[in-house]
T-cell receptor
């Protein structure tokens, strides 16, 4: 059974650019959640996808968007990057039902630096 | 917004010492989870506590959920360098909620 994988590992972008981060969920998991972890902070919930539909969203602007594919892998897209978007982006998969957290398994994250 | 406050923020101790870290909230949580995160990696779930007053043990780690389900603690006995990491508590902000609210974490360093 493979764990949660994320790509790329590191990424450097400049202000105003767009970025796409990718996540492959653990085998048998149908729910993917994305979190942003700024330096020295705990992770903050961005949104969750369950069976290809957004199932909840945290306090993030619309320029943060996502997708989930039929194989339950997921993408996080961020448009018009700002310096404050520099953070570790974590993906977590779970065998959850809509409306429940389930046990979430985290990937290693993508470190995004915005210059 | 339900917040989780963790203390202390930083902790540096010698190998073999005992320690306790705390996770507090003014709100009731249906459950709380503890994670450990090492540099360059994602958080790894250690335990989930669900019932008020519950105590769970994982080798040298003891987790307790407060009676009112507003606080939790993690006690480590005879700390080892391998315990070094960021300890995070997290919980769903409502029953059936789909997200996790995290504290800022306690950064533990165990010196050999």
């Amino acid at each position: 059974e493979t764990g949660v994988t994320q790509s790329p590992t590191h990424l450097i972008k400049t202000r105003g650019q767009q970025v796409t981060l990718r996540c492959s969920s653990q085998s048998g998991h149908n729910t993917v959640s994305w979190y942003q972890q700024a330096l020295g902070q705990g992770p903050q919930f961005i949104f969750q996808y369950y069976r290809e539909e957004e199932n909840g969203r945290g306090n993030f602007p619309p320029r943060f968007s996502g997708l989930q594919f039929p194989n339950y892998s997921s993408e996080l897209n961020v448009n018009a990057l700002e310096l404050d978007d520099s953070a570790l982006y974590l993906c977590a998969s779970s065998r959850g039902l809509a409306g429940g957290v389930g046990t979430q398994y985290f990937g290693p994250g993508t470190r995004l630096t915005v210059l | 917004t339900q917040l989780l406050e963790q203390s202390p923020q930083f902790l540096s101790i010698q190998e073999g010492e005992n320690l306790t870290v705390y996770c507090n909230s003014s709100s009731v949580f249906s459950s709380l989870q503890w994670y450990r995160q090492e540099p360059g990696e994602g958080p790894v779930l250690l335990v989930t506590v669900v019932t008020g007053g519950e105590v769970k043990k994982l080798k040298r780690l003891t987790f307790q959920f407060g009676d009112a389900r507003k606080d939790s603690s993690l006690h480590i006995t005879a700390a080892q360098p391998g315990d070094t990491g960021l300890y995070l508590c997290a919980g769903p902000p409502g029953a059936g909620s789909y997200q996790l609210t995290f504290g800022k974490g306690t950064k533990l360093s165990v010196i050999p």
